[in-house]
């Protein structure tokens, strides 16, 4: 079977534990992912759910402790190299040299990357205005802003046009201009072939990219699917209520999928009929008293993340992923081959 026939990612079983002894937490507990080639796939999570722990084994930049993985149709343990070959991966925040132009940056990665100097300096030109950063190419790098920076360091990651692209929450920190813009710039990836493995905790963006969605809390996929599978699958529509009391909001929220108390609204899942809309108000409010007015609307990727996510297993307390940087550098190998980025 050639390569191009197996999908771009494919893990089964993984499990990620760190710490010693009663300290040890189980990061990942056992989590199983497929992503087609030439797509967009979300990994959806609240903080300390085990989302960048997967990329990391995904990237090769840790081990797990259990299960398989395959990347580009190359095993991430045995065939490391290869993997590292095809992937780039950008993380949560910007790895760009301030004191080199935008274009400098570009040209030396591309020299990292095996390019002869005329070839360095026609993929920087290229990619440079690719991400419309032509203009500021001869600035240094610290003159840029935030989503400028984003966008360098993107291209950087695509000087050797990896098959596949890491990027691990990549629109943290950025105003809404500069996300939509790096929004396209992942469009134009998937449109040009590459596959995109994208974490987020930004539900509109995954709504807005993802072909499908997975939803990860405490190291375990929850949910996968489409945004609007995902989406029925909590309820096709919500009845949002607006209370007349405190009493009556409290008495109804271990229905909703929605809860806003600062002003007594909650959001109940129906499918959206005039029939049922009915029969939902005169269940929960036969005397017309308790609720003040209501509105239907479809159910969101909120609705999801809400329905789905923050429940602690009992076998373990909550984790968070960023607190553990340092122990995860104990688990690389001594081949420090660096990705594209």
């Known amino acids: ?9 494919e893990a089964t079983g993984l499990e990620k534990s760190y710490g010693n ?13 497929r992503v087609e080639r030439g797509t967009v796939f979300a990994l959806l999570g609240p903080n300390g759910a085990g989302k960048t722990t997967a990329v990391r084994i995904l990237a090769t930049l840790t081990t797990a402790d259990s299960g398989t993985a395959r990347v580009a149709g190359y095993d991430v343990v045995a065939d490391r190299r290869r993997v590292r070959g095809a992937i780039s991966l950008t993380g949560q925040f910007a790895a760009v040299d301030e004191k080199q132009t935008g274009e400098e940056n570009l040209r030396m990665m591309a020299r990292l990357s095996g390019l002869s100097r005329a070839d360095a300096r026609r993929r920087a030109a290229a990619l440079l205005d690719r991400f419309g950063l032509a203009d500021a190419g001869g600035r240094l790098a610290v003159t840029y802003s935030g989503g400028m920076r984003r966008r360098l360091d993107l291209a950087a990651g695509l000087v050797g046009d990896p098959q596949v692209v890491f990027l691990d929450e ?24 590459a596959t995109v493995f994208l974490t987020t905790q930004y539900l ?17 996929v929850v949910a996968e699917g489409t ?25 109804l929220a271990s229905r909703a999928v929605h809860h806003a108390p600062e002003n007594l609204t909650l959001g109940l899942p129906t499918d959206g009929t005039s029939a ?6 005169d269940e929960i409010d036969p005397d017309g008293t308790e609720v003040a007015r209501f509105a239907l609307r479809g159910a969101t990727l909120d609705d999801v993340f809400l329905a789905l996510t923050g429940a602690a297993p009992a076998a373990t307390g909550h984790y968070q992923e960023q607190d553990q940087d340092q122990d995860q550098d104990q688990d690389q190998d001594q081949d420090q081959e660096p990705t594209h980025v």
Not at 1 to 9: K, L
Not at 170 to 179: A, F, K, N, V, Y
Not at 204 to 220: C, F, K, M, P, S
């Open 227 to 251: 945004a609007e599978e995902l989406k029925n699958r909590v309820a096709g529509h919500r009845l949002d209520l607006v209370l007349t009391s405190r009493e009556a909001y409290l008495r």
């Open 276 to 281: 049922r809309v009915r029969a939902l108000l």
């Open 204 to 220: 509109e963006e995954a709504d807005q990219l993802a072909d499908r969605i997975a939803v990860v809390d405490h190291g375990l």
């Open 170 to 193: 990549p629109t943290t920190g950025l105003d809404p201009r500069s996300r939509q813009e790096l929004w396209q710039v992942v469009r134009d990836l998937s449109a040009r072939g």
């Open 21 to 33: 002894g009663n300290a040890r937490v189980r990061v990942l507990r056992g989590i199983d992912l």
């Open 1 to 9: 079977m050639s390569m191009t026939s197996h999908p771009a990612i």
